[in-house]
């Protein structure tokens, strides 16, 4: 079942809220400088623990360092970019956000242009209602008005252009990848066409390991949109292999780091993290329900709590525990259990919820333009586009398995969103013209005012010193070089006692030194509390564990501050040890 041709109902079309020739470019100057450049600039030094492992694998790739780069956990195809981009640039540790945020923008940049193209490849190929007089799609101008404000609205609260992961990328997959579903399930069977495909859909697999299954639903949507099946049979066999070629080349690497076949291990990670009521991030210990881990977190001490870190490839990992964390969960046992989908129902329910909270707005306004349409053609039209909003669909109900989080799921609700507004038509009579351009226009006031807003709100910060800018980054670096004077060198080891909570343990990466045990920052007032000798036997414990120094954010007040000198003007002060072993 195909979208149908191009309308050819401009003649007599009810009038238009204004031209999609005004409105295209309004968008772009308002996604490039409001929506993107401001906000990647502002938050140009923005980086976190994520973002910090991507940064460990891109120089592991950049250095040639392949045993510590592999990894099973993070999909390749940023840190690849990332690599290229921090040796063309030279960036060194000092300049590497910029570098890492310069990037993410060029990738913003890619999903604005997927994004345009998406549109104009439904807006080009939507047919009326049924070829009948008596309705007509909702009006180009208005329909690029509402698509572009969705955009706009969920690349910046959705997404934005401030991240230091891949979303921004994979938006810019996904939304190419549904632009030429459509392409196809119109009639096009151009080779080119149909090789893009499946290129793209490797490409994806490379940036998120959830878009291999994802493919896979790309693909067979492909198989029943390219009808007749047997005269595409033979393109859609290339875009198949392309796409196996592609992602089995990647597969092969990382099932053979791991020793078993595995397309990635992000997915049952997940899984098993929200099934047993983890949050990400936390540190897991096993239990008799969930198997044993083979390599485990030490817990030397449980109050405070003291934990010490094997070192998954040994040097390279600022975090261990965010770097792999495919080698701590080794040993999970991991089943689809009813228990568990009640335990993540009970995370992601609240989620939908904050998210249809939001978009209120957008429901009212669909309501309205559903009614005016008719349910039953509403239904009828929004069937026939049914290959632009499936593949979107069924991601969204995956994530709703697992995990809800707004930048995971912005690219799937934008697709779906502009599908619904699509199968929308039109009596033809001016009344019905007006009203749907009423409701369009409240509907792109409400979504870009706020946006309006935090532009207003990123050119404030910009009169502001870079510390001022959002995390204080220069803190940061003064710890950074603190610990290079102090005698730490790259690939030392140290321990922390809590951490700030804002740019977690950035001066670890900065240094390139590998954090191997802590005190939680939940413990932090109970270690302060204790006596000196009881924190000299728990500091003993990090020097023996191969530490060479421990941290702090910060040092109660009235807390004997024997062996501890502050670093610089920071918060932060350090205790040195000697020969591994403290210094009583």
């Given amino acids: 079942m195909g979208l149908g041709s191009t309308i050819k109902t401009e003649r007599i079309a009810p009038p238009q809220l204004w031209t999609e020739r005004n409105w295209?470019?309004?968008?772009?100057?308002?996604?490039?400088?409001?929506?993107?450049?401001?906000?990647?600039?502002?938050?140009?030094?923005?980086?976190?623990?994520?973002?910090?492992?991507?940064?460990?694998?891109?120089?592991?790739?950049?250095?040639?360092?392949?045993?510590?780069?592999?990894?099973?956990?993070?999909?390749?195809?940023?840190?690849?970019?990332?690599a290229v981009v921090l040796r063309l640039s030279h960036a060194g540790r000092r300049h590497e956000l910029i570098a890492l945020h310069a990037m993410n923008f060029g990738f913003f940049v890619a999903s604005i242009a997927a994004f345009d193209f998406l549109r104009g490849e439904i807006r080009s190929r939507r047919k009326n209602n049924g070829g009948r007089a008596t309705q007509f799609a909702l009006g180009s101008g208005a329909f690029a008005l509402f698509a572009y404000s969705v955009f706009l609205y969920g690349s910046r609260y959705m997404l934005g252009a401030w991240l230091d992961q891949p979303d921004i990328l994979v938006a810019?997959?996904?939304?190419?990848?549904?632009?030429?579903?459509?392409?196809?399930?119109?009639?096009?069977?151009?080779?080119?066409?149909?090789?893009?495909?499946?290129?793209?859909?490797?490409?994806?697999?490379?940036?998120?390991?959830?878009?291999?299954?994802?493919?896979?639903?790309?693909l067979v949507c492909a198989f029943f949109a390219a009808q007749p099946v047997r005269r595409a049979?033979?393109?859609?066999?290339?875009?198949?292999?392309?796409?196996?070629?592609?992602?089995?080349?990647?597969?092969?690497?990382?099932?053979?780091?791991e020793k078993r076949f595995t397309f990635g291990t992000v997915g049952g990670i997940a899984y098993f993290i929200y099934s047993h009521g983890l949050q990400s991030g936390d540190i897991w210990f096993g239990g008799a329900t969930q198997g044993f881990p083979i390599h485990a977190v030490a817990r030397v001490m449980d109050s405070p709590e003291v934990l010490l870190f094997p070192a998954p490839k040994g040097t390279g990992?600022?975090?261990?525990p965010m770097f792999d964390p495919g080698y701590y969960l080794a040993g999970a046992e991991n089943q689809l259990t009813l228990h568990g989908e009640i335990e993540i129902s009970r995370q992601t329910l609240p989620a939908i919820g904050r998210l249809l909270s939001q978009e209120k707005v957008l429901l009212a306004g669909i309501l309205i333009l559903m009614l005016l349409t008719g349910v039953r053609t509403f239904v009828r039209e929004?069937?026939?586009?049914?290959?632009?909003?499936?593949?979107?669909?069924?991601?969204?109900?995956?994530y709703a398995m697992v995990q809800i989080e707004a930048r995971l799921v912005e690219p799937f609700i934008?697709?779906?969103?502009?599908?619904l507004f699509a199968a929308v038509c039109l009596p033809a009579a001016d009344s019905a013209a007006r009203v749907s351009s009423y409701v369009v226009g409240v509907i792109a006031l409400f979504l870009c005012l706020p946006v309006a807003q935090a532009i207003v709100g990123d050119a404030q910060v910009l009169r502001s010193p870079v510390e001022r800018h959002n995390l204080d980054l220069g803190a940061q670096w003064q710890v950074a070089e603190g610990l290079h004077k102090d005698g730490l060198a790259p690939g030392d080891r140290v321990a922390i006692i809590g951490n700030d909570f804002h740019n977690m343990e950035y001066w670890a990466q900065l240094d390139e030194l590998t954090i191997v045990g802590e005190v939680p920052e939940s413990d932090t007032t109970s270690f302060w509390s204790m006596a000196p000798d009881a924190r000299n036997k728990i500091l003993?414990?990090?020097?023996?564990?191969?530490?060479?120094?421990a941290l702090t954010y910060r040092i109660p007040a009235g807390v004997p501050r024997a062996g501890w000198q502050t670093i610089?003007?920071?918060?932060?002060?350090?205790?040195?040890f000697h020969n591994g072993m403290t210094v009583h």
């Fill in 172 to 218: 810019a997959i996904v939304f190419l990848d549904t632009a030429l579903l459509v392409r196809i399930a119109g009639g096009d069977r151009r080779f080119r066409t149909f090789v893009a495909f499946g290129v793209l859909l490797g490409l994806g697999y490379l940036t998120k390991t959830f878009l291999f299954p994802l493919g896979v639903v790309f």
């Fill in 24 to 82: 295209r470019p309004a968008f772009w100057i308002c996604a490039l400088v409001g929506g993107g450049g401001l906000q990647a600039w502002t938050l140009r030094h923005f980086i976190e623990l994520d973002g910090i492992s991507y940064l460990d694998i891109a120089w592991g790739y950049a250095h040639g360092d392949w045993h510590q780069a592999i990894n099973a956990y993070w999909s390749p195809l940023f840190s690849w970019v990332l």
């Fill in 233 to 257: 049979a033979a393109h859609l066999a290339v875009a198949s292999l392309l796409f196996a070629a592609i992602a089995g080349s990647w597969i092969a690497v990382i099932s053979r780091a």
């Fill in 382 to 398: 929004t069937l026939k586009l049914w290959p632009v909003w499936v593949p979107s669909a069924l991601a969204l109900t995956a």
């Fill in 414 to 419: 934008v697709i779906v969103w502009v599908a």
């Fill in 568 to 576: 610089g003007g920071t918060p932060h002060s350090l205790y040195m």
């Fill in 317 to 320: 990992e600022t975090f261990p």
């Fill in 540 to 549: 003993d414990i990090f020097a023996s564990a191969g530490a060479k120094a």
